[in-house]
Structures are given as C-alpha cells and as structure tokens.
C-alpha cells in the first residue's frame, strides 16, 4: 500500500541537524501520522507521498517545508513581572503566552539581564535545515475515528 491522504504511517526515523547533530529519533517503529492531516511537517511529508512499508528514504527539508524562517520580530524584551513570581528565570526555559489573537504560543526565553527578559516565539527548528533519515515500517488505511479526529489512535484506542 502507498502513503497517500488518509493513510496511517508508521516510521522509524533520525532527525539532524546541518552540522550532522542528532535532534531527535524514533527507531522502536512507535512513530505513527496520519498522511495529509498536516501531523507532520510538509517537507517530510511530501518526500514521503507515494513511499510504500519496506522504503528507506533520506530527506533534506529546508526551512520553508519545515518550521519556516527566524523571524526577528517574535524575539522580544518583557519585565520580569510578566512571569510567576517564585520562578526562577533561566535561559532555556519555556512558558506559555498568548499570542496578539488570543492564540497560546510557547516561548523560550533567551537572556535575562536584571529585571528584563528576553523571550524567542520562534519554533527552536526555526531557520533549520533538518535531515532525516526515514524507513517506511507501516502503511494501513485510517480508521473512521482517527480521520474524524485528525489524527492516529494507539492499540488501546484514545484517551480524549
């Protein structure tokens, strides 16, 4: 069976980073997506259209097919006032904001210097050329709930 629209896949997959950094991995075939519900990003998904159980498969996604580019303008100073009063603030760190439509964005903060802190909206891959190194372990067709609900169940169903 062909990855298509519809389709439950399963990977295996390791992600690096342009310097040959290893991000993140999944080589237990316990990465599952629904094919073309927007789970995954689109450059990984597009490489992978057509792609049968059994393909291995290694893809470069430049940063417009996958977290976009940095966008300076998501990278701001706050008073420190705007985060809980017992946190101590460390570079790293992430909290959740709301965004200027009312949308909740997740945040990292960047510096802290005195009662200032400088907080970056962009996704950590941002601007990231990403490398992933992809086998095909599993092609099955969508159950009704798992397209109602955009995305794949486990074995033991969903618990939302």
Excluded: C, W
């Amino acid at each position: 069976m062909e990855i298509a629209a519809r389709k439950v896949v399963t990977l295996n997959y390791t992600l690096k980073d342009s310097s040959g950094t290893v991000i993140d991995q999944s080589n237990d075939g316990s990465f599952a997506y629904l094919h073309g519900a927007n789970n995954i990003i689109p450059g990984l998904e597009n490489a992978l259209t057509g792609k049968s159980a059994g393909d291995a498969l290694n893809v470069s996604v430049e940063p417009s097919e996958g977290y976009g580019e940095r966008d300076p303008a998501k990278t701001q100073s706050v008073p420190r006032d705007m985060f809980p009063q017992d946190a101590e603030i460390e570079v790293g760190m992430q909290f959740h904001a709301q965004g200027p439509n009312g949308e909740t964005l997740v945040v990292t903060v960047t510096g802290v210097e005195g009662d200032s802190v400088t907080v970056d909206g962009n996704h950590p891959l941002a601007g990231e050329q990403l490398n992933f190194a992809v086998e095909v372990m599993e092609v099955r067709d969508a159950s009704q709930e798992e397209l109602d609900h955009g995305h794949v169940h486990g074995p033991g169903g969903h618990d939302h």
